[in-house]
């Protein structure tokens, strides 16, 4: 089988072929992180423009790089949502496009499935299984009996950790995306803050982030007032040793919850090293019989190869969408 993929949904323009839904014979990534730095955040309008300009570009590089034509091409698969509207409408008119016009069957995918079955790139999976989602929009823990059901046991409250690693990385002048700066800076400090880890002993498996947020932004602006010196490498390493501890805390709780064998990390966080080291060494220590799956960097932040793995799935089991599919910028997870 294989599966030409689109994925549009923020600022990364990317195309993949994938072959048998584990198999990345071409995965191109055309990012706009420069053009929208200057503003510190993502600007929808100019995210949509980039997305016009290049996808014909990274159509083209992607099948060559596979050494495929289109019409070898069993599905076309195509992030249909969340995330912004003009960005996401790209990807679903060049693939509603092609599909009409080659014939080929057209598949709708969530971008979190897409972010969660990345991992079959890695290795093939076995149900049940936790996924840690921890991305820019999203931090889930999600439940998988089976390769069809996503079930959201639990999630913030608020802000989703790559938007706090973000708003923080900003506060101390790091341009954006912050999170992958600040995990580099956090290896040379230590916790010498100890910010608040929010809901760590409630019982549940939810998160929040806005106040470890808050209390980081005030540490932060009480040192400008009082002109002392802003030891970055210890705020980042405060920060992330946070965030860490709750993701992971919570994480070992749902697998004393729920009886798995598989624990998979998805999401541009997972890229993390702060978190996959902890994660790493807390289910050796706790849970040394749950498999845990990381994927490489390259699949952890948006990309059409994912997308590729899960429309796959979808192809498998016979779902497939037509050409009234649109763009859902507002996707909610459903149970299929
Ligand atoms: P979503 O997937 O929820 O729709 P998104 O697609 O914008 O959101 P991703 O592309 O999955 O998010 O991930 C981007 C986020 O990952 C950014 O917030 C970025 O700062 C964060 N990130 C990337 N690398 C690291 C890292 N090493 N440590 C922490 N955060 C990181
Ligand atoms: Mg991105
Ligand atoms: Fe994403």
Redesign the pocket.
């Known amino acids: 089988r294989l599966i030409l993929a689109f994925e549009s ?4 323009t990317s195309v993949a072929v994938v072959q048998n839904g584990s198999e990345i014979l071409s995965n191109v990534v055309s990012s706009q992180i420069k053009s929208h730095q200057r503003f510190g955040g ?1 600007v929808p309008e100019i995210a949509s423009r980039h997305h016009v300009e290049q996808i014909t570009y990274v159509i083209e590089a992607a099948l060559t790089e596979a050494g495929k034509t289109i019409d070898e091409m069993d599905a076309i698969a195509v992030t249909q949502g ?2 912004l509207v003009g960005a996401l409408l790209i990807g679903v008119s060049a693939a509603k496009s092609l599909a009409f016009v080659h014939q080929k069957p057209l598949i709708g995918v969530h ?2 499935e897409g ?1 969660i079955l990345a991992n079959r790139l890695v290795q093939p999976l076995t149900y049940p299984l936790i996924a840690l ?6 931090t889930e823990l999600v439940y998988m009996a089976n390769d069809h059901s996503f079930e959201i046991i639990g999630e913030t409250r608020d802000d ?4 706090a ?2 708003k923080v ?1 900003r506060t101390m002048g790091l341009t954006y ?4 700066k ?3 800076l956090a290896l040379e400090g230590e916790d010498t803050y100890h910010f608040p880890r929010a809901m760590l002993h409630e019982d549940n498996l939810d998160f929040s982030f806005s106040g470890l947020k808050s209390s980081f932004i005030n540490t932060i602006h009480n040192k400008e007032q009082r002109n002392e010196p802003i030891d970055k490498a210890n705020f980042a390493a405060s920060f ?1 040793a946070a965030v860490v501890e709750v993701l992971v805390t919570k994480t070992m709780r749902a697998l004393e919850h729920y009886s798995v064998g598989m624990l998979v990390m998805a ?3 997972a ?5 996959r080291q902890g994660l790493a060494a807390a289910l050796t220590a706790q849970f040394p019989e749950v498999e845990l799956v990381i994927p490489p ?1 390259s699949l ?3 990309n059409a190869a994912m997308i590729g793995a899960a429309g796959d799935m979808l192809l498998q089991q016979g779902v497939f969408s037509d050409m009234s599919l649109n763009a859902r910028p507002g996707f909610m997870f459903e149970k299929h």
């Not at 989602?133 to 999203?138: A, D, E, F, I, L």
Request: proline content about 5%; hydrophobic content about 30%; glycine content about 26%.
């Open positions: 949904s923020c600022d990364e993502v969340p995330g971008h979190i972010h989602v921890v991305s820019g929009g999203h989703a950790a790559g938007e690693y973000d990385g995306p912050g999170g992958a600040i995990d580099k992330q999401g541009g966080v890229a993390n090293q702060g978190l960097l952890c932040g948006d």
